[in-house]
């Protein structure tokens, strides 16, 4: 089992859909957890962390966690064709000083 | 912003060669890291450091070596240069709000 999982895609939506991107880790311990976009040839940026359970918005995006679950999802609303990327989900471990990754969703969004 | 500068955005080196990838932040972080992106298998670590002359290994160190001398650098070594190591090098540095990515170095050996 990976330690992070997420569906390679492509997830194709159309332009002003909703994008559900989903990530699920198996350290129940993780504490900390991000999301990054990268576009094609370009190196990740870090859109958006999360800490608790629940929703965290931060404009179009939503982070949401559910540690019982060990799942996390992003929400993009609104979805434009700029979004398209790869988006990499990376979860901060128990007792590890650096960040585990997927290896990315690639989302595609449809004019 | 914090700001992570790669010294070199792509690389061709031989079979062989001892190859150096420079990377320099500009934040005053303690923790460094690097890691190689190839396509199906994600980020993975190679090494990180938490501090001057400290480091640990990652997941895949065979092969690779660091220095940090400076608070500010983090240099990955590549004793010698093998054809499986062509790939997409990311440093990056970290704060507890996450990772900030340099641009990448893509190495390719032939």
């Known amino acids: 089992q990976k330690e992070v999982e997420q569906n390679s895609g492509p997830l194709s939506v159309p332009e002003g859909a909703i994008a559900s991107l989903n990530c699920t880790y198996s350290d129940r311990g993780s504490q900390s957890f991000f999301w990054y976009r990268q576009y094609s040839g370009k190196s990740p940026e870090l859109i958006m962390f999360?800490?608790?359970?629940g929703d965290k918005e931060d404009g179009r995006f939503t982070a949401q966690l559910n540690k019982a679950s060990q799942y996390v999802s992003l929400l993009i609303r609104d979805s434009q064709p700029s979004d398209s990327a790869t988006y990499l989900c990376a979860v901060s471990r128990t007792g590890r000083r650096a960040l585990t990754f997927g290896s990315g969703t690639r989302l595609q969004v449809q004019p | 912003d914090v700001k992570v500068t790669q010294s070199s955005r792509y690389l061709v080196k031989r079979t062989g060669e001892k190859v150096f990838l420079e990377c320099v932040q500009d934040?005053?972080?303690?923790?460094m890291f690097w890691y190689r992106q190839d396509p199906g298998l994600g980020l993975r670590l190679i090494y990180f450091?938490?501090?001057?002359?400290?480091?640990e290994k990652g997941d895949i160190p065979e092969g690779y070596s660091v220095s940090r001398e400076k608070k500010e650098r983090f240099s990955l070594i590549l004793e010698s240069a093998s054809t499986n190591q062509t790939s997409m090098y990311l440093c990056?540095?970290?704060?507890?709000?996450?990772?900030?990515f340099g641009s990448g170095t893509r190495l390719t050996v032939v």
């Open positions: 450091s938490y501090d001057v002359k400290m480091k």
């Open positions: 990056a540095s970290s704060s507890p709000y996450g990772y900030t």
């Open positions: 999360i800490y608790s359970n």
């Open positions: 934040m005053d972080h303690e923790n």
